[in-house]
């Protein structure tokens, strides 16, 4: 997520230099055309690319304003996460705990076994949106949090988060049945397992549904048809050599404008494809972990994650 914008040139012109290359192209034909004398008979009324401007600013109006919703919408969803994390902690510190003291010991390893547990669920949760699949990367993030014995069981799974919030349940199960809680305890830590399970599948619902494909193929073809036209509708008016040799920067600039807000919508529009306009779960999974651990007094408090070039991953 980008929290303090840097402009780069060098960054820009790799995202545009394909619009660039292409507007060149044409306005350097047009131009030729016009000052050759070819043009004259020809020229494209200004009202055309008038009327075709205005219908493409509203769609890339419309298609920028639903991408980030699900933008938005993702964001939410992990600040629901962070949220229900701290309350789920609270659950576990303030339910299990035995009223022997000579137990006092397995009441700390039994907290940190279940919040440890939670850790290694977000951190899941968070490589399975951004697909990275690559097993080193997926013990060093889960295996600090987990058993030897369980990190082997899950790792298999299509779905390790999902198997963890299983897990979860199964622990806070056996300890109903022992007595350690009761069952307004056990209902309250049950519902907020079942909240995590809601948000992994709202998260999940903006990973598998594709930004509708209609929006950025309509709105790439009008774009560029709008660029195509442009330079030939600016040059009927334009008689002087001088004035017409203008027009080269000038068009291409309306151009790279017009595929700029087009590439802000489609950049937004997938939230958990790991790019410097994704939402930050690594920070947030970072937060998540420093709150927690204070929570329960644990010693690796890790160090507070800060954006580096403006960007937060």
């Known amino acids: 997520m980008i929290v303090k914008f840097r402009f780069v040139p060098k960054d820009v012109f790799e995202v545009s230099k394909n619009n660039i290359t292409y507007s060149l192209t044409i306005v350097f034909f047009a131009v030729v055309l016009k000052v050759t004398n070819y043009y004259n008979d020809w020229g494209v009324p200004v009202s055309i690319t008038a009327v075709l401007g205005t219908a493409l600013s509203i769609l890339l109006g419309f298609s920028n304003s639903q991408a980030y919703d699900r933008w938005w919408e993702a964001r939410k969803i992990w600040g629901s996460i ?99 809680l009761n069952e307004y305890m056990f209902v309250q830590m049950d519902q907020s397992l079942n909240h995590f399970y809601t948000y992994q599948g709202q998260a999940e619902r903006i990973k598998k549904t594709p930004f509708l494909p209609t929006y950025h193929f309509f709105s790439k073809v009008f774009l560029y048809f709008f660029i195509t036209l442009l330079p030939f509708s600016l040059l009927s008016g334009v008689d002087k050599a001088a004035t017409t040799w203008m027009m080269l920067p000038i068009t291409v600039l309306i151009g790279w404008v017009f595929h700029m807000i087009y590439m802000n919508g489609h950049v937004y529009a997938y939230p958990f494809d790991n790019t410097p306009f994704d939402t930050p779960m690594t920070a947030i999974c970072n937060t998540i972990e420093i709150d927690l651990k204070e929570m329960i007094g644990d010693d690796s408090i890790p160090v507070k994650m800060t954006p580096t070039r403006g960007i937060l991953m």
């Open 82 to 180: 962070v949220n229900d994390s701290r309350s789920f902690a609270k659950q576990v510190i303030s339910f299990i705990q035995f009223e022997d003291d000579n137990h006092h010991h397995a009441t700390k390893e039994i907290r940190k076994k279940i919040i440890y547990r939670h850790l290694a669920f977000i951190n899941a949760l968070r490589m399975q949106l951004r697909e990275e699949s690559d097993a080193e990367k997926m013990t060093a993030a889960l295996s600090p949090f987990l058993s030897e014995e369980e990190y082997n069981t899950v790792r298999g799974c299509s779905n390790v988060a999902t198997q963890l919030i299983k897990n979860q349940a199964a622990d806070i199960r056996k300890m109903y049945d022992r007595k350690l």
